[in-house]
Nanobody, 127 residues
């Protein structure tokens, strides 16, 4: 069984920073692509950033480019989302997602392509 445990959400002021963490708990040695999505009430869950198993490939939504950085630990089972220069429009429930991959440089773009999900962590940015 695979479980994702998120941490690091909270309240920040506009222009401030937060770092989200997501740890994958698994009993296998599978490789996982990981991603961060966010969702606000009444809206769809949107991809924020994704990273391949080998961390050589990554993706950012246009809205966060230059401000957010996705990375993963050397053990590869923990992913981070460093969020700088936060804006009120970044306020959302952030979800970590993971999916086992065969190829180390692969990541996915759509929420239905990820099998495993965290419980979500709230990020609120005040103006």
């Amino acid at each position: 069984q695979v479980q994702l445990r998120e941490s690091g959400g909270g309240l920040a002021q506009a222009g401030g920073s937060l770092r989200l963490s997501c740890a994958v708990s698994t009993r296998t040695d599978a490789k996982y692509a990981m991603a961060w999505f966010r969702q606000t009430p009444g809206k769809e869950r949107d991809l924020v950033a994704a990273i391949s198993w080998n961390a050589e490939e990554s993706y950012y939504a246009d809205s966060v480019k230059g401000r957010f950085t996705i990375s993963r630990d050397t053990n590869k089972y923990t992913a981070y989302l460093q969020m700088n220069n936060l804006k009120p429009e970044d306020t959302a429930l952030y979800y970590c997602a993971a999916h086992a991959v065969q190829y180390s440089s692969l990541y996915y773009m759509r929420d239905y392509e990820y099998r495993y999900w965290g419980q979500g962590t709230q990020v609120a940015v005040s103006s």
